[in-house]
């Protein structure tokens, strides 16, 4: 049974940072990439950034920069570090991983406001 759990998320101020943490269980962690999506009220759910079973990365236009995602597979997590966060980055972010098809977690709720 997959199962993803995320946290980390919280308020934070405008300019500063979140760790987001996603501890996986129920498959071979290390041969599957691994992506982080956010969703906003009213707003379609994207693709933050992804990395795949060997370390690569891809991100969305809007956070390249600004986040980085990470994996440790020794602990069954991907991590999503968020700096210079901006108001616009608020919603709740869900980890994703596809085995034929996607499961999801809970999410974490982000906001960023002063």
């Known amino acids: 049974q997959v199962q993803l759990v995320e946290s980390g998320g919280g308020l934070v101020q405008p300019g500063g940072s979140l760790r987001l943490s996603c501890a996986a269980s129920?498959?071979?962690?290390?041969?599957?990439?691994m992506r982080w999506y956010r969703q906003a009220p009213g707003k379609e759910r994207e693709l933050v950034a992804a990395i795949t079973s060997i370390g690569n990365t891809n991100y969305a236009d809007s956070v390249k920069g600004r986040f980085t995602i990470s994996r440790d597979n020794a602990k069954n997590t991907v991590y999503l570090q968020m700096n210079s966060l901006k108001p616009e980055d608020t919603a709740v972010y869900y980890c994703n991983v596809v085995i034929g098809v996607a499961s999801w977690g809970q999410g974490t709720q982000v906001t960023v406001s002063s």
């Open positions: 129920g498959f071979t962690f290390s041969r599957y990439a």
